[in-house]
């Protein structure tokens, strides 16, 4: 088990990396092409947006297609993909690569996790999720860092390059160091009335809307920093802007943590939790020291990562016969909310920079957490004739 474990981390560290590659670079992309901080964040809204459309259809192809062949695949294309952005002439032509990744990348996301349950034994599955949690949280920091230091030392080409390297040797990795599923698929159908109940069901509702706001928060402030940091009186370089990223490492040691209490004070009680500690961290990042700013984005990711620890969870429990639907609606609403996150604010970034989309992320988590708080101290609960037996969480 320790070589599939290492590989499994490694894969996945990688994968992830991928998603955030530009972000700690979006100020010297945007000076390369000339082009505004709107145009600049399509590199990761439009490709974030690409992979929240694309997830549901490879999660219907796992029941179809052997999950092992379906990573290897989607990791081959995505190396090609990563390939055109090293060697990209224009601006379009790197958003065009931006977008083949997002369309690649959830052909080992979405699988990945029912994946791992398959080749961990039952005494070992939850090694083998922890793995799983822990490698996309590095891959995040990764990502990021990887691609400030290389693009100081190097060029913006060669980041792209390198990770498109990395990919390669995760493919290869994958395709001899992973095992293949023996046993066979079982097929999961996707209710698609159920995903229609599911969106009117107002405590359902609820819960998905909080990862959805979480993510569009958290984008928005790691990605506006990097502009608020590379201006005056910070100044920062694409080195050092790649430096802040290592406070993300936190989300590897929050998420088990956060999760083990859960079971014990509840997972509502956790995302309240993860809402207050997000907006703190807001605050703090508003503050004009470079201490404080990485502080600040320090407990947004705790708040980020504890929200994002428990809400799937508590979404299978209030829907236990049919996790399946529910997990495609939570990624749905997260990755929508982390595609906005970096596109909206820069409307509000021209008038107001920095300190007004703080403001507009702290307003959306306060307007996203009231729905949860309603349904808390309503005594009856409005979808209870769909036979759903929901838990106080």
Do not use: C
């Not at 990862?211 to 502009?227: D, E, G, L, N, R």
């Not at 929200?307 to 749905?332: C, E, F, M, R």
């Amino acid at each position: 088990m320790i070589k599939i474990s290492i590989t499994l981390f490694f894969v996945v560290s990688i994968i992830f990396s991928t998603i955030y590659t530009p972000q700690a670079i979006l100020p010297t992309l945007k000076e390369v092409f000339d082009i505004d901080i709107t145009k600049t964040n399509t590199l990761l809204s439009g490709m974030i947006f690409t992979l929240m459309i694309a997830t549901p259809f490879y999660i219907l192809a796992s029941n179809k297609w052997q999950r092992k062949k379906i990573m290897i695949f989607s990791t081959f294309f995505l190396f090609l993909a990563v390939s055109i952005s090293a060697v990209a002439t224009n601006f379009y032509i790197l958003l065009f690569s931006r977008i083949l990744q997002g369309i690649f990348i959830p052909g080992i996301t979405a699988i990945m996790l029912s994946y791992v349950q398959d080749i961990y034994p039952d005494k070992h599955r939850g090694l083998g999720m922890g793995i799983y949690m822990a490698a996309t949280s590095f891959g995040a920091v990764i990502g990021r860092l990887l691609a400030g230091w290389i693009t100081s030392l190097y060029s913006w080409r060669i980041a792209f390059a390198t990770f498109s390297f990395l990919l390669l040797i995760a493919l290869i990795a994958m395709i001899y160091a992973l095992p293949s599923v023996k046993k066979s698929i079982t097929k999961k159908i996707i209710n698609k009335k159920m995903i229609f109940n599911y969106l009117f069901d107002f405590k359902i509702l609820s819960i998905l809307i909080i990862p959805s706001v979480v993510f569009f928060s958290f984008m928005a402030i790691t990605t506006f920093a990097t502009y608020y940091l590379s201006k005056p009186p910070f100044n920062l370089s694409s080195a050092q802007l790649g430096n802040l990223f290592l406070v993300l490492l936190v989300g590897v040691f929050i998420s088990p943590i956060v999760g083990k209490y859960s079971d014990k004070i509840g997972r509502v009680k956790i995302l309240f939790f993860g809402i207050f500690v997000l907006i703190i961290g807001i605050l703090l990042s508003l503050i004009q020291s470079y201490i404080f700013v990485v502080i600040g984005i320090g407990l947004v990711t705790v708040g980020m990562f504890s929200v994002q620890s428990v809400a799937p969870t508590y979404l299978g429990d209030l829907a236990p016969n049919d996790k399946t639907t529910v997990a495609i609606l939570y990624q749905t609403f997260f990755y929508l909310g982390g595609a906005l996150g970096t596109l909206l604010p820069a409307l509000v970034w021209k008038n107001y920079q920095y300190e007004g989309v703080s403001i507009l992320s702290i307003l959306l988590l306060l307007v996203g957490i009231m729905p949860l708080t309603f349904t808390m101290k309503a005594k009856s609960i409005t979808s209870s004739r769909r036979g759903i037996n929901y838990p106080d969480g």
